[in-house]
Antibody, heavy 121, light 109 residues
């Protein structure tokens, strides 16, 4: 059974940093691309970033480019999101999601339960 | 960036009825790159349909997807009580960009 468990969320002041983690199990982690998708309270879904199986292909939404960095450690079956210069508009539930293939892929076939990031002074 | 517009915003139907949800793109989308998700309150999204018309693993055959170009449809043939949720369409475009529609809330009438 595929399991994705996010952690690292919390309350942070504007301008500060936070690092999210996603622990994966139940599939061969280094065979698949991974993504972060977020959902602001009461709002819809927004893709944040994605990384291919070998970290050779990475993409970011314009809203986070230059502030967020995605990475993965295949030896630890883990995905990360380093979030710097956080803004109030980054407040959201952050989901870790698995792609359906090695490269960034066209869809997200499994999702974690999310970790909540709140940016507020 | 391709914008996806879903309609209606809210759809009120009864169990047993047929539901038709629309997703319209601001530019042509490859059928291979259109997906649908279901999200229930307090839960993560669940993949229903990928490639515009292929059902994901474990998805009942009352769910079907169709369409091409700029107009795509998710149909639920006979609504079950557990189908009342929010539905999102999603596309994968150039420059490695992914966008979602704003969602359609399917509620019990």
């Amino acid at each position: 059974e595929v399991q994705l468990v996010e952690s690292g969320g919390g309350l942070v002041q504007p301008g500060r940093s936070l690092r999210l983690s996603c622990a994966a199990s139940g599939f061969t982690f280094d065979d698949y691309a991974m993504h972060w998708v977020r959902q602001a309270p009461g709002k819809g879904l927004e893709w944040v970033s994605g990384i291919s199986w070998n970290s050779g292909s990475i993409g970011y939404a314009d809203s986070v480019k230059g502030r967020f960095t995605i990475s993965r450690d295949n030896a630890k079956n883990s995905l990360y999101l380093q979030m710097n210069s956080l803004r109030a508009e980054d407040t959201a539930l952050y989901y870790c999601a698995k792609a359906g293939e090695q490269w960034l892929g066209e869809f997200f076939d499994y999702w974690g339960q999310g970790t909540l990031v709140t940016v507020s002074s | 960036e391709i914008v996806l517009t879903q309609s209606p915003g809210t759809l009120s139907l009864s169990p047993g009825e047929r539901a038709t949800l629309s997703c319209r793109a601001s530019q042509s989308v490859s059928s291979s790159y259109l997906a649908w998700y279901q999200q229930k309150p307090g839960q993560a999204p669940r993949l229903l349909i990928y490639g515009a018309s292929s059902r994901a693993t474990g998805i009942p055959d009352r769910f079907s997807g169709s369409g091409s170009g700029t107009d795509f449809t998710l149909t639920i043939s006979r609504l079950e009580p557990e189908d009342f949720a929010v539905y999102y369409c999603q596309q994968y475009g150039s420059s490695q960009r992914y966008t979602f529609g704003q969602g359609t809330k399917l509620e019990i009438k």
